[in-house]
């Protein structure tokens, strides 16, 4: 590593390291979600960041960014990826790529349009989604599909489906349930509702650390730029698409405020982790558990916002002597 390199890495160090710091003061953490008990069990004090920047390839991790936690909707960047590779682009014709303005686990949009989902990032469209990958397996091999995609992308095969919050999802899963319900009502699902939802639950229950998760956002971070760190597999255009439903799409009906605030990519899950992109400069994940009234992060958003001001990120301008 050349003398600036170096210099850049502790630079960005110090920052995280002192975003961390602040936020781990704050006494309004959001609450954490419940309505998964196990999920309620997490210790809302944890606070993890970590960022990958393309150019070194040398993750920053600071606070709880080792420690795993329920990656939750946060697959479902990853399972849509999964199902573009399996089906390409015949997948749109069973859920569409608008925002949905509704609450993630909403059903009503799904009767006026006829089962098919507003977006794959939606509770409705990854159960469609989990339909797609699971066409021709057992839900135990579609989720070990998911798992190798999670444990490639992160580069460590130590990421893992943490059973017991996908046993607890199952005890309580009725809402997702009536959404698959309806659309095999609608003719928009293939499988058995109990084996679609078990691959579902099953991908939201994936357990990784912000180290894990920040490096497999690499992808999206690397997209076009042909270097080590990118997975060949996924194509530039496809990444890309990716990163346009993650910013229209990504934070449920909170995703316009998102974009207004932080203006990156990103996906948030109901554990309490988001994982954000820079494209071409690097990828990030942050975790807090606790939640804000539409089931994102509270601290996280926060020290995504603080980490783009103080950097200059943006999709809409950089501000290049920032970072
Ligand atoms: N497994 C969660 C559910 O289906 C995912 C929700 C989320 O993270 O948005 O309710």
């Given at each position: 590593m050349s003398e600036a390199s170096d210099a850049k890495h502790r630079r960005l160090q110090e920052l995280v390291d002192d975003i961390v710091a602040r936020l781990a003061k704050e006494t309004e953490r959001g609450e954490v979600a419940d309505y998964i008990p196990e999920l309620a069990k997490v210790d809302p004090n944890r606070f993890g960041m970590a960022i990958v920047p393309v150019d070194t390839g040398r993750a920053v991790v600071a606070g709880d960014g080792d420690v795993p936690f329920s990656i939750q909707s946060i697959s479902k960047v990853f399972s849509l990826t999964l199902a573009l590779e399996k089906v390409g682009e015949a997948l749109w014709k069973r859920v569409n790529r608008e925002p949905s303005g509704d609450p993630f686990n909403?059903?009503?949009?799904?009767?006026?349009?006829?089962?098919?989902?507003?977006?794959?990032?939606?509770?409705?469209?990854?159960?469609?989604?989990?339909?797609?990958?699971?066409?021709?397996?057992?839900?135990?091999?579609?989720?070990?599909?998911?798992?190798?995609?999670?444990?490639?992308?992160?580069?460590?095969?130590?990421?893992?489906?943490?059973?017991?919050?996908?046993?607890?999802?199952?005890?309580?899963?009725?809402?997702?349930?009536?959404?698959?319900?309806?659309?095999a009502a609608e003719g928009n699902l293939r499988g058995s509702v109990e084996d679609v939802v078990t691959t579902y639950f099953n991908h939201c229950s994936i357990a990784m650390t912000c180290r894990q998760l920040a490096t497999a956002g690499m992808y999206l971070a690397c997209a076009g730029i042909p270097i080590g760190a990118t997975d060949a597999s996924i194509n530039a255009d496809r990444a890309r698409r990716l990163m346009a439903l993650m910013m229209t799409c990504?934070?449920?009906?909170?995703?316009?405020?998102?974009?207004?605030?932080?203006?990156?990519?990103?996906?948030?899950?109901?554990?309490?982790?988001?994982?954000?992109?820079?494209?071409?400069?690097?990828?990030?994940?942050?975790?807090?558990?606790?939640?804000?009234?539409?089931?994102?992060?509270?601290?996280?958003?926060?020290?995504?916002?603080?980490?783009?001001?103080?950097?200059?990120?943006?999709v809409f301008g950089r501000i290049p002597d920032r970072d």
């Open positions: 909403s059903i009503v949009q799904l009767e006026y349009e006829k089962g098919v989902p507003r977006n794959p990032f939606i509770n409705a469209g990854a159960i469609v989604v989990a339909d797609v990958i699971m066409e021709g397996l057992s839900p135990k091999d579609a989720t070990n599909d998911m798992l190798g995609l999670c444990r490639r992308l992160a580069h460590d095969g130590s990421v893992y489906v943490d059973r017991n919050v996908a046993r607890s999802e199952r005890l309580t899963g009725a809402r997702n349930r009536a959404l698959a319900q309806f659309m990504g934070q449920y009906d909170a995703s316009g405020e998102f974009a207004f605030r932080i203006g990156i990519p990103s996906k948030s899950g109901v554990g309490g982790g988001i994982l954000a992109v820079m494209p071409g400069v690097a990828s990030i994940a942050v975790w807090s558990p606790g939640l804000d009234a539409k089931g994102n992060s509270l601290l996280g958003t926060r020290a995504l916002e603080e980490l783009v001001r103080a950097t200059g990120w943006s």
